[in-house]
């Protein structure tokens, strides 16, 4: 018996009790015990790493201890471990991580580091180093390098099994999607650019690993604004498949599941104009629209733990003719949606005319949703029931402050905040 139901046992039945307490006094005694039953655990929530007035913070959502990192104003892009024992960051162009127990901070990098990534398991740090790949071991604080023979290496993905790092790299005018193994032994080119036109941009695994999410198209810049081509290629098998789509290069407008993979879909670089909410089922399967560009403007998709839904951010949809007159009112309209992804049936979450909302993300168990709320003086974190219940703001600042447009709408929102949900 949970406590709500004894709770209401005891209104119900407490004048019985009492009445046959009072019969039994006069024959004697009788004991009654009543057995308290332990309140249902809440899910633990684990830990966000944020910047606030150009400093690290981090935030540990079950216990509440909220600690200060840095403290001088120079940091940006937080990444919590897998333990969230540590955390790494950017102060300026170099790379650092500091040891969240003690706040202990080490510089890990000799120059500037754009790209770097955790172990799915264990405090190993990556990234890019002089002809190759170091590799930083937050227990024993010490570096090995991965070598390469690369002058330039760009995205990184460490594969969920922690077995295999992905990445993209420039040779002369040659760019290729390359996997190496964790102790740097076996490497194997996944896919080489066959000219100008077909350049690779890596964006991420398939939780499976079987999979490697790119975009591919032209090298020009103008065309990367506008949205490539979105394609995956198979990791053992050297083959590439396109969707079609012309998509944004934004890693966080795609989202993996064991269920398929959710994006956005789109030309053009204003992303509150036509876009869509694409799915596939399965990577060999036929693409589907969940949320058409007559319905909405969606951005930022992210699939529940389950697979059964997307959450996203979404402000109405404007036509192209009208995208700038109206664009300062599309973007603060957004608000979080939940979508089912077999029914169709979209669910706007609670908003508030003050505030811009986008940048969900589901904790483990898929029992709360976190976002970001914007408005006109400040950025903030905010967590909610997955069914729009029991809104909590977590952090009230995050600055320096984005500008609303972002780029063209879109605000790299990893710059100021990460979360690690076990």
Same mark, same amino acid.
């Given at each position: 018996?949970?406590?709500?139901?004894?709770?209401?046992?005891?209104?119900?039945?407490?004048?019985?009790?009492?009445?046959?307490?009072?019969?039994?006094?006069?024959?004697?005694?009788?004991?009654?015990?009543?057995?308290?039953?332990?309140?249902?655990?809440?899910?633990?929530?684990?830990?966000?790493?944020?910047?606030?007035?150009?400093?690290?913070?981090? /935030?540990?959502?079950?216990?509440?201890?909220?600690?200060?990192?840095?403290?001088?104003?120079?940091?940006?892009?937080?990444?919590?471990?897998?333990?969230?024992?540590?955390?790494?960051?950017?102060?300026?162009?170099? /790379?650092?991580?500091?040891?969240?127990?003690?706040?202990?901070?080490?510089?890990?990098? =000799?120059?500037?580091?754009?790209?770097?990534?955790?172990?799915? =398991?264990?405090?190993?740090?990556?990234?890019?180093?002089?002809?190759?790949?170091?590799?930083?071991?937050? /227990?024993? =604080?010490?570096?090995?390098?991965?070598?390469?023979?690369?002058?330039?290496?760009?995205? /990184?993905?460490?594969?969920?099994?922690?077995?295999?790092?992905?990445?993209?790299?420039?040779? !002369?005018?040659?760019?290729?999607?390359?996997?190496?193994?964790?102790?740097?032994?076996?490497?194997?080119?996944?896919?080489?650019?066959?000219?100008?036109?077909?350049?690779?941009?890596?964006?991420?695994?398939?939780?499976?690993? =079987?999979?490697?999410?790119?975009?591919?198209?032209?090298?020009?810049?103008?065309?990367?604004?506008?949205?490539?081509?979105?394609?995956?290629?198979?990791?053992?098998?050297?083959?590439?498949?396109?969707?079609?789509?012309?998509?944004?290069?934004?890693?966080?407008?795609?989202?993996?599941?064991?269920?398929?993979?959710?994006?956005?879909?789109?030309?053009?670089?204003?992303?509150?104009?036509?876009?869509?909410?694409?799915?596939?089922?399965?990577?060999?399967?036929?693409?589907?629209?969940?949320?058409?560009?007559?319905?909405?403007?969606?951005?930022?998709?992210?699939?529940?733990?389950? !697979?059964?839904?997307?959450?996203?951010?979404?402000?109405?949809?404007?036509?192209?003719?009208?995208?700038?007159?109206?664009?300062?009112?599309?973007?603060?309209?957004?608000?979080?949606?939940?979508?089912?992804?077999?029914?169709?049936?979209?669910?706007?979450?609670?908003?508030?005319?003050?505030?811009?909302?986008?940048?969900?993300?589901?904790?483990?168990?898929?029992?709360?949703?976190?976002?970001?709320?914007?408005?006109?003086?400040?950025?903030?974190?905010?967590?909610?029931?997955?069914?729009?219940?029991?809104?909590?703001?977590?952090?009230?600042?995050?600055?320096?402050?984005?500008?609303?447009?972002?780029?063209?709408?879109?605000?790299?929102?990893?710059?100021?905040?990460?979360?690690?949900?076990?």
């Amino acid at each position: 018996m949970n406590p709500k139901t004894l709770h209401r046992f005891f209104r119900k039945f407490l004048p019985l009790l009492i009445a046959f307490t009072l019969v039994a006094g006069c024959r004697g005694v009788l004991e009654l015990e009543i057995e308290r039953l332990p309140a249902e655990p809440s899910p633990a929530l684990g830990t966000i790493a944020y910047i606030a007035g150009g400093d690290v913070w981090v /935030l540990d959502l079950d216990s509440g201890q909220l600690k200060r990192i840095t403290r001088d104003g120079l940091n940006s892009r937080p990444l919590l471990s897998a333990d969230a024992g540590w955390v790494a960051y950017r102060k300026g162009d170099f /790379l650092y991580i500091a040891d969240v127990r003690t706040g202990k901070e080490i510089r890990v990098s =000799e120059a500037g580091v754009s790209s770097y990534v955790w172990s799915p =398991e264990g405090a190993e740090l990556i990234f890019p180093a002089w002809s190759g790949l170091a590799v930083w071991d937050a /227990l024993t =604080e010490k570096s090995r390098q991965i070598s390469l023979d690369l002058a330039a290496i760009h995205n /990184l993905a460490w594969r969920p099994d922690g077995a295999l790092i992905a990445f993209d790299t420039l040779e !002369g005018d040659i760019r290729t999607v390359q996997t190496v193994s964790a102790d740097g032994n076996h490497r194997t080119e996944v896919y080489t650019a066959g000219g100008m036109m077909d350049v690779p941009r890596l964006a991420g695994w398939s939780p499976n690993g =079987e999979w490697l999410a790119l975009w591919v198209g032209s090298r020009a810049l103008a065309a990367e604004q506008d949205g490539l081509p979105f394609c995956f290629a198979a990791v053992e098998r050297n083959e590439l498949d396109c969707t079609g789509d012309l998509t944004l290069v934004r890693p966080e407008y795609i989202d993996w599941s064991a269920e398929g993979l959710a994006w956005i879909a789109g030309a053009g670089r204003e992303t509150w104009v036509g876009k869509s909410l694409a799915i596939l089922p399965a990577v060999d399967g036929e693409p589907q629209i969940l949320v058409s560009t007559a319905e909405q403007a969606p951005v930022y998709p992210a699939w529940s733990p389950d !697979g059964n839904q997307i959450a996203y951010s979404a402000g109405p949809p404007v036509p192209l003719d009208a995208a700038y007159d109206r664009r300062d009112a599309a973007l603060h309209t957004r608000r979080i949606w939940v979508i089912n992804v077999k029914t169709g049936r979209r669910t706007q979450l609670p908003g508030d005319s003050r505030y811009r909302d986008e940048r969900p993300v589901w904790t483990a168990g898929g029992r709360y949703i976190l976002f970001v709320r914007m408005d006109d003086q400040a950025a903030g974190l905010w967590l909610m029931n997955s069914d729009g219940g029991d809104l909590t703001q977590l952090v009230s600042e995050m600055t320096p402050r984005p500008d609303p447009t972002g780029e063209y709408g879109y605000i790299a929102w990893n710059n100021w905040w990460h979360w690690r949900s076990p």
